[in-house]
């Protein structure tokens, strides 16, 4: 497909091409949307174990006396309660309470705070945190230091034990370790967007060619296959897992998204407060809410949501849900109508097809120990 | 996959297979590989007319929907009722028993113009 403008290249590229990976343009990188087939690679991931080249994410480095304070300045949930170790999820927000985006946070040290923002974010986020830096604090774009892999799936830690002596068990649910993963330095967190037990694991460019061969041949047992970003997309939405651009954007706060659990009014003053403050006592006028099918059809990413056959609201990701045997979706829609059980239409190529608001997450793993 | 010679081809990613005034209509190898898992295959109801270049159609995968557009013109005779309850078909034999579509021909002509196996292959040789 003829392309105008170059697109950027992991360096897990060569990789994903010898292995027959489909590439696509994803935010200007070229990335692998599926290598055996999307469903095939969402059921593995599900039931076994998936690999993903994650190393578009962008990263970006924190340090210094004041990091702490800067890093809770800029995003919404309180980087101040972060233990060594633990990473936390949370909103870069702009003055009027829209997301500039979401992203990953990582205490490192107690003057050292790790970053894994959106890829194509990274350089807007960059700034923005930059801009707003009056702190003893030096921020450091360091997307070119890391390419990211993430192992996800019920045997992921059982795959990725086997490169590394971190003992991974003793690594909780959004927890991290630096230690090395064959061999060479990594950055180890038990974070993910699959809604499965895993790890995603940040390492040097040069050394993850060699990291993700191993990886396939270490989860070979258990059948491991490596995964593209429409596996990823749709594991991510049936655990209900916003992505910017979709869910999330300038225009929306994370009160309507429903993500209020990374909003820490309490903390002190951070960018946003205001408008989020506010949004609070009025209350919101749309709020983002799940759906599912009944009528035959697809409600996809900005396709109209209709209440009594009026426009209300808008599809932000939809799509069949592997795991669930239902098409799925998320939407706004007026705070009023926001309710499960209430019945919706999609309009799917300007036919309404009936659907209705269901609770979420569509999909919840079986607790492990 | 290797693309049969008695199709003719559209740069859309269609085929025609044409027997006197029949013309049999599907999507090609590389059109279900690009789409990926296909789970609806929307088809027109015999009797239906249609015009070459219009939409027959469409075929949903997981990932996108996507028009199909007809190689020829014609009436509706036949539609292949087996892709309502195994879309999935279509990734499987996409140039054989996953044909949508057959037409009685109002221009049997128009298929002339249509892309060769060779030229096809070298298309999408050329477009991936």
Known sequence: ?369 | MSYPEDLRYTKEHEWVRVAGDVGTIGITDHAQKELGDIVYVDLPKVGAHIEHGKSLGSVESVKAVSDIYSPVSGEVTEVNEILAQAPEKLNQDPHGAAWLVKLRLSAPDEAKGLLSAADYQAYVGAES
């Open chain 1, 1 to 369: 497909m003829g392309q105008s403008v170059a697109l950027k290249r992991t360096p897990l590229y060569a990789a994903h091409v010898s292995m027959g990976a489909r590439m696509v343009d994803f935010g200007g990188w070229e990335m692998p949307v599926q290598y055996t087939g999307l469903v095939d690679e969402h059921h593995t991931v599900r039931k076994a174990v998936g690999l993903f080249d994650v190393s578009h994410m962008g990263e970006i480095e924190v340090r210094g006396p004041e990091a702490m304070r800067l890093v809770d300045y800029v995003t919404t949930n309180a980087a101040s309660r972060l233990h060594i170790g633990q990473a936390q999820y949370s909103g870069l927000l702009y003055e009027h309470g829209g997301f500039v985006d979401d992203i990953l946070v990582h205490k490192v040290t107690e003057q050292h705070y790790f970053l894994c923002v959106n890829a194509a974010n990274q350089e807007k986020d960059f700034e923005h945190i930059r801009t707003a830096n009056n702190f003893d604090a030096e921020v450091d774009f360091a997307s070119d230091r890391y390419a990211q892999i993430a192992v996800q799936g019920p045997l992921a830690r059982r795959t990725l034990q086997k490169l590394t002596p971190v003992d991974l068990s003793s690594i909780g649910y959004y927890w991290f370790r630096d230690g090395t993963v064959s061999g060479v330095p990594a950055r180890i967190a038990r974070t993910g967007y699959t809604g499965e037990d895993g790890f995603e694991i940040y390492v040097a460019p040069d050394e993850s060619p060699r990291i993700w061969n191993e990886l396939l041949e270490a989860g070979r047992e258990f059948g491991i296959k490596p995964c593209g970003l429409g596996a990823r997309n749709t594991l991510r939405l049936e655990a209900k897992m916003a992505l910017y651009g979709h869910e999330i954007h300038a225009s929306t706060t994370p009160f309507e998204a429903e993500l209020g659990w990374i909003v820490k009014l309490d903390k002190g003053e951070f960018i946003g407060r205001a408008a989020l403050v506010k949004q609070k006592e009025q209350g919101v006028r749309r709020k983002l809410v799940g759906f599912e099918m009944r009528g035959r059809g697809i409600g996809r990413d900005g396709y109209e949501v209709r209440c009594n056959g009026v426009a209300a609201g808008w599809v932000t990701s939809g799509s069949p849900a592997p795991s669930l045997n239902k098409n799925v979706g998320l939407c706004y829609l007026p705070a009023g109508e926001a309710r499960p059980g209430r019945k919706i239409e999609v309009m799917v190529r300007n036919q309404p097809v009936e659907a209705e608001i269901v609770g979420t997450p569509f999909y919840k793993r079986a607790k492990t120990a």
